[in-house]
């Protein structure tokens, strides 16, 4: 038996489920935003190396993919986000006027739940009746529809990270392209962006638990198939324009 003055260990500092999910859906998108500014800034830089080896057209075509993508991977999250949290407000709302209207109700649904999950009946009864009494809205809210009203995405902070995250993967490649001796830009700069696309493919799979050889096969023969592609369409389009 367990004295009543001995204290349990609590966990506090051991992260929720929900806590982590929200960690690895931000380290995922992240790898993803930072994917799309390698391919992008790459693929537009690669084309314009291959029309002209000068290097103001390459940085000024790299400059503004790299500025326009951030743009518009920040707006298209924004948008995204927004319309996620006005849909979970509505949701919120709804499930307010609902204990309002009818408590009871609402506490038989919730009773049903737990039973779902595995509770004997009185059990599910006890649970949900304690639940409800100690913050309504919360238990509702998390068991009926999954929501921590307290956790809501930010359009902002999602935004935000978003053009972080692609201007940061685009640097690259504009990078690679830039710095080298003319002979030596394209070449650098195709397997600086096949090594990057390697790493991302790899700490992509390893935050989802999929195959790591796979996931970095997939990403680099594409990624090198897209950009020999994008180089050579350059090429020919800078001889015909020439």
């Known amino acids: 038996m367990t004295d009543d003055s001995t204290v349990l260990p609590t966990h506090e500092d051991e992260p929720h489920a929900e806590a982590t999910d929200a960690r690895l859906n931000w380290l995922r998108a992240a790898v993803l935003g930072a994917n799309d ?50 849909s979970q407000r509505s949701m919120l ?32 009864e006890q649970v949900a009746r304690e639940l409800t009494e100690h913050d309504a809205f919360s238990a509702h809210v998390e068991a009926e529809l999954g929501i921590d009203p307290e956790e809501l995405s930010s359009p902002w ?39 990057a696309l390697g790493l991302a493919g790899w700490v992509s799979a390893h935050l989802g638990g999929s195959s790591v050889r796979k ?20 090429h020919l389009v800078g001889t015909a324009v020439g």
Not at 44 to 70: D, K
Not at 113 to 118: A, P, R, S, T, V
């Open 215 to 234: 996931a970095v096969l997939r990403v680099v023969l594409g990624g090198a198939l897209g950009l020999a592609v994008t180089y050579g369409i350059g």
């Open 157 to 195: 902070q999602a935004a935000g990270a978003s053009a972080l995250a692609f201007t940061l993967g685009g640097i690259l490649p504009l990078l690679a392209i830039l710095l080298p001796p003319p002979e030596w830009r394209v070449p650098v700069a195709y397997v600086g962006v096949l090594i």
């Open 37 to 86: 500014g390698i391919v992008s800034v790459a693929g537009i830089v690669l084309g314009v190396a291959g029309a002209t080896s000068e290097r103001g057209p390459i940085l000024t075509a790299g400059v503004a993919g790299l500025v326009a993508g951030a743009v518009s991977m920040a707006l298209g999250e924004y948008v995204s986000v927004s319309s996620q949290r006005d």
């Open 93 to 124: 709302a709804k499930e307010q006027r609902e204990l309002d209207e009818d408590p009871e109700d609402e506490l038989s649904e919730l009773a049903q739940i737990y039973e779902g999950k595995g509770l004997s009946p009185e059990t599910a």
